[in-house]
């Protein structure tokens, strides 16, 4: 079945700092989305990538689908107090008989020293 | 109006008792999940109906049993409650089965003593 590799489990990070999060699939994706959830919260949808290298942006988060479509990434430039939570890949593959599964990463918890 | 929408938020009860969780989405879509999120945070698929019919059943105890009555509604019940049941269970909806973005409820946070 599909696997979903997502690092790295935990980040801290001061203000201002960088952040990454990777995640990687053992086949060929249809396509990858990316959700945040906050604290307490649930999970909410930020964005999905469906072509081969596509970049895209969203203000201070950019995301990345891998060339060969297994892979993706997260990026959020000077992060913010705001930017805490858990940040979730959840990969779509074909799982047969002409229907596609969603799999879920298991998430990487970002946390913000102000 | 909330899109997707469960409840109860917070349930509280003795191992073996039974409970229901019940979701309602007003988005029309098509298909419905119910996910279950642990201490650690993962997020575990359990089932997923579409248009009222059963098209993913993960390896769960037969003492969940989901009901769908109609294709904005997705029920789940289970039976005698074990220790390693709380959780927070998620439900969501997706425009069609094969249709990115899934929108969550706020969440159900079962607590088993």
């Known amino acids: 079945g599909q696997q979903v590799m997502q690092i790295p489990q935990y980040q801290h990070v001061q203000e201002g700092e960088d952040f990454t999060t990777y995640c990687n699939s053992s086949?060929?994706?249809?396509?990858i989305q990316w959700y945040k959830q906050r604290p307490g919260g649930h999970p909410v949808f930020l964005i999905q990538?469906?072509?081969?290298?596509e970049v895209k942006k969203q203000k201070r988060l950019t995301f990345q689908f891998g060339e060969a479509k297994k892979n993706s990434s997260l990026h959020i430039t000077a992060t913010q107090t705001t930017d805490v939570g858990t940040y979730f890949c959840?990969?779509?593959?074909?799982?047969?008989?002409?229907?596609?599964?969603?799999?879920f990463g298991k998430g990487t918890k970002l946390s913000v020293i102000p | 109006d909330t899109a997707v929408s469960q409840t109860p938020k917070y349930l509280v009860t003795q191992m073996g008792n039974d409970k229901s969780i019940k979701c309602e989405q007003n988005?029309?879509?098509?298909?419905m999940y119910w996910y279950k999120q642990d201490s650690k945070k993962f997020l575990k698929i359990m089932f997923s109906y579409n248009n009222k019919e059963l098209i993913i059943n993960e390896t769960v105890p037969n003492r969940f049993s989901p009901k769908s009555p109609d294709k904005a509604h997705l029920n789940l019940h289970i039976n005698s409650l074990e220790l390693g049941d709380s959780a927070v269970y998620f439900c969501?909806?997706?425009?069609?089965?094969?249709?990115?973005?899934?929108?969550f409820g706020e969440g159900s946070r079962l607590t088993v003593l």
């Open positions: 990538l469906v072509k081969s290298g």
């Open positions: 959840a990969a779509q593959g074909y799982s047969g008989a002409g229907s596609y599964q969603l799999t």
């Open positions: 988005l029309g879509h098509d298909t």
């Open positions: 969501a909806s997706s425009q069609t089965r094969d249709t990115g973005e899934l929108f």
């Open positions: 086949t060929t994706l249809s396509n």
